[in-house]
Nanobody, 116 residues
């Protein structure tokens, strides 16, 4: 069965960096695109970044361009989100997601808090 497990969240000061990881299992990871989403308190879940199955193409929400980088290691079944220049408004639960055979699969999320 598809399983996605995020890690790497935590408390960071404004301007700091974090690297989130998502470990995937239960499917042929290298065949599927992956995404990171986030959900802040009281707000809808929003797309953060997307990467194709081979990693050859990526896309970002406008507010994350130039600060966040999505990458993947198909040999390790891992997808990453490097977040730099973090702002308080980046505070949210971050989720990785894949879509397989018409179904969306989500991890449990990892909390990122940007605060002094």
């Amino acid at each position: 069965q598809v399983q996605l497990v995020e890690s790497g969240g935590g408390l960071v000061q404004p301007g700091g960096s974090l690297r989130l990881s998502c470990a995937a299992s239960g499917f042929t990871f290298s065949s599927y695109a992956m995404s990171w989403y986030r959900q802040a308190p009281g707000k809808e879940r929003e797309l953060v970044a997307f990467i194709t199955s081979t990693g050859s193409s990526t896309n970002y929400a406008d507010s994350m361009k130039g600060r966040f980088t999505i990458s993947r290691d198909n040999a390790k079944n891992m997808v990453y989100l490097q977040m730099n220049s973090l702002k308080p408004e980046d505070t949210a639960v971050y989720y990785c997601k894949t879509r397989r055979l018409g179904n969306d699969y989500w991890g449990q999320g990892t909390q990122v808090t940007v605060s002094t």
